[in-house]
């Protein structure tokens, strides 16, 4: 049963920086795809940074290339979001997805393409 835990979220000022955390269990596949998402109250979740692991593309929404970047550590089977120059637009609910399909043709940063969802971790930022 594949399990996804966020971490590292928390309260920051406007031009500071967090990295999120999200360490996955039970996931036997060497190529899979993950993605960060987040969410606010009342708007549909948008997708932040995406990276198919096994082969290290990545994908980046508009709003956060440039500040933020996703990575993996096989070995220590966690997926990384590093967020600098946070500005306070970037609160959110950030969650972490899985999905193991390569023959879904909806984008990579597209919520409905994932099956596997961790619990998010709060972000926020103030001016």
């Known amino acids: 049963q594949v399990h996804l835990v966020e971490s590292g979220g928390g309260s920051v000022r406007t031009g500071g920086a967090l990295r999120l955390a999200c360490v996955t269990f039970?996931?036997?596949?060497?190529?899979?795809?993950m993605g960060w998402f987040r969410q606010v109250p009342g708007k549909e979740r948008e997708g932040v940074a995406a990276?198919?692991?096994?082969?290290?593309?990545?994908n980046y929404a508009d709003s956060v290339k440039g500040r933020f970047t996703i990575s993996q550590d096989n070995a220590e089977n966690t997926l990384y979001l590093q967020m600098n120059d946070l500005k306070p637009e970037d609160t959110a609910m950030y969650f972490c997805?899985?999905?193991?399909?390569?023959?879904?043709?909806?984008?990579?940063?597209?919520?409905?393409?994932?099956?596997?969802w961790g619990q998010g971790t709060q972000v926020t930022v103030s001016s």
């Open positions: 990276i198919y692991i096994g082969g290290g593309s990545t």
């Open positions: 997805a899985a999905d193991f399909r390569h023959d879904d043709a909806r984008p990579l940063l597209s919520p409905d393409r994932y099956y596997y």
């Open positions: 039970g996931v036997t596949s060497s190529s899979y795809y």
